[in-house]
């Protein structure tokens, strides 16, 4: 594999620049102190091109062809998704340019960091990266991260530090994660997703006991002592193994958690069996209790003060798209939330019954072919508890319909368990039904990793 020299900047193109992380990783590499020359391409226009051409001076072309590959491009970066036939990336290779995957690109990168952090999990990461985001950034310690998302505290989805601390999210799709060499591992769970890659979850375990196994002897891994058998997954790891959750066997721990009103949640943070002090957390679900406490271990094994890490938590905001409060249509109370998987379906459904609103209505767009297929029984199960369930076309990301597979499957297997449940073919048809069936008092949810933010934009007005 190409190695990049990081004290002799080249010209890099990214193939597929909008993305969330590729277009992260192209600002960080663009400013001090590493100062390559980068251009890249998309397919479309979006906010994030445009940030990257106005504010960082990027070259960023639209639509993708052979052309984009400049003469003087010293290395093309590419996504998972970008398939063999793309043009940009056969003319690189026909050229003989070097070519590396985000993955390899990001892992070199944090290696130029002393203390690294890797976040992992099937659900999670980008909030708990956020909130060691927010500690980090409290603390002082001046940290450069790269979140999966829009965070309030950072301004965006990147944020350049001067300090030898780097945040990232480790993402497990296509064993990426394997890619990077964390000194501070952190793993929130392990359920079976990606059933386009992983086969079953002994496969997605065994890749979680590699990146486990890639911390130092200096560094650790901070694992959820919930998972099951975890400690296949961290035998024989050379750092130190640090558990965490909800319950008094792990080393960090949540106790006496109480819920008050608009969400809000007090908990005390514990550390074998002594109470460290009390952390406020203004946003609801006993998850992002988890997730705190996640966080905070992390940046009390980091060296921080538990009153840095207390105060972080107490104004954390969370990111985009993460149980987000989007406004008020009346008495209507509309919220979005990136939920994906079942467990993250029922987790954002529990917390909004946690609000006690007279009903819930979730509009969910379920994401690839092969997850719907895979937990459609599941999917089933989890959004069953809202009182109205909403269907819109599965949204095919990097897919095909192979699987003969639709949203009228979830509709029947939702009819089935008694929820009342429609499934529409456009936006436009949802948002009709919603402005006629919603009423005052309902907790509208939009729902799914696609792109079904568009409906509660569009009957916000936004």
């Known amino acids: 594999m190409y190695k990049i020299n990081f004290q002799q900047p080249i010209q890099i193109h990214f193939i597929g620049i909008g993305g969330?992380?590729?277009?992260?990783?192209?600002?960080?590499?663009?400013?001090?102190?590493?100062?390559?020359?980068v251009s890249g391409s998309d397919r479309t226009e979006t906010p994030l091109t445009n940030s990257l051409s106005t504010e960082d001076g990027i070259s960023v072309y639209y639509g993708q062809c052979a052309d984009n590959i400049k003469e003087g491009t010293q290395l093309v970066v590419y996504t998972a998704a970008i398939s063999d036939s793309n043009p940009e990336l056969r003319r690189a290779k026909e050229l003989q340019i070097p070519v590396m995957t985000r993955a390899?690109?990001?892992?070199?990168?944090?290696?130029?960091?002393?203390?690294?952090?890797?976040?992992?999990?099937?659900?999670g990461?980008?909030?708990?990266?956020?909130?060691?985001?927010?500690?980090?950034?409290d603390a002082g310690t001046d940290p450069t991260v790269s979140v999966g998302g829009m965070v309030e505290s950072i301004h965006g989805n990147i944020r350049l530090g001067a300090s030898d601390i780097f945040v990232t999210e480790a993402c497990e799709y296509t064993d990426s994660f394997l890619?990077?060499?964390?000194?501070?591992?952190?793993?929130?769970?392990?359920?079976?997703?990606?059933?386009?890659?992983?086969?079953?979850?002994?496969?997605?375990?065994?890749?979680?006991?590699e990146f486990a196994h890639k911390v130092p002897a200096d560094g650790a891994v901070i694992i959820n002592g919930s998972i099951p058998r975890y400690q296949e997954i961290t035998e024989g790891v050379s750092g130190r193994v640090i558990t965490y959750g909800l319950e008094p066997h792990n080393e960090y721990y949540a106790a006496d958690v109480q819920f008050h009103a608009q969400g809000l949640i007090n908990f005390s943070l514990m550390h074998k069996q002594q109470c460290l002090g009390t952390i406020q957390l203004p946003v609801p679900g006993m998850h992002n209790v988890s997730n705190a406490v996640a966080a905070a271990a992390l940046g009390l094994e980091m060296g921080l003060p538990f009153s840095a890490v207390a105060n972080a938590l107490s104004g954390f905001t969370v990111p985009?798209?993460?149980?987000?409060?989007?406004?008020?249509?009346?008495?209507?109370?509309?919220?979005?939330?990136?939920?994906?998987h079942p467990a993250e379906v029922a987790a954002a459904l529990d917390t909004a019954k946690s609000l006690n609103p007279d009903r819930i209505v979730c509009v969910f767009q379920s994401h690839t072919y092969t997850r719907t297929k895979a937990f459609l029984k599941d999917f089933a199960r989890s959004l069953?508890?809202?009182?109205?369930?909403?269907?819109?076309?599965?949204?095919?990301?990097?897919?095909?319909?192979?699987?003969g597979i639709s949203s009228l499957d979830l509709q029947k297997e939702l009819q089935e368990l008694g929820t009342e449940c429609y499934c529409f073919p456009s936006f436009g048809e949802i948002e009709d039904f919603l402005?006629?069936?919603?009423?005052?008092?309902?907790?509208?949810?939009?729902?799914?990793?696609?792109?079904?933010?568009?409906?509660?934009?569009?009957?916000?007005?936004?």
């Open 125 to 137: 990461k980008t909030t708990t990266t956020s909130m060691i985001a927010q500690i980090l950034l």
């Open 384 to 403: 069953s508890r809202a009182d109205l369930v909403v269907l819109a076309p599965i949204y095919a990301a990097r897919e095909t319909d192979t699987l």
């Open 320 to 340: 985009k798209r993460r149980f987000e409060e989007k406004g008020f249509l009346g008495g209507i109370r509309i919220i979005d939330d990136y939920a994906h």
């Open 179 to 209: 890619c990077l060499p964390p000194r501070y591992a952190v793993i929130l769970n392990i359920e079976l997703d990606h059933t386009d890659y992983f086969k079953s979850l002994e496969q997605m375990r065994q890749s979680f006991t």
């Open 20 to 37: 969330i992380s590729m277009s992260g990783l192209a600002k960080v590499l663009a400013h001090e102190p590493f100062c390559f020359p």
């Open 104 to 123: 390899e690109l990001l892992g070199q990168l944090m290696a130029q960091y002393k203390n690294s952090v890797g976040v992992s999990g099937t659900h």
């Open 435 to 462: 402005l006629e069936k919603c009423i005052n008092g309902d907790m509208l949810i939009t729902m799914g990793a696609g792109d079904i933010v568009k409906v509660g934009d569009f009957l916000l007005g936004q």
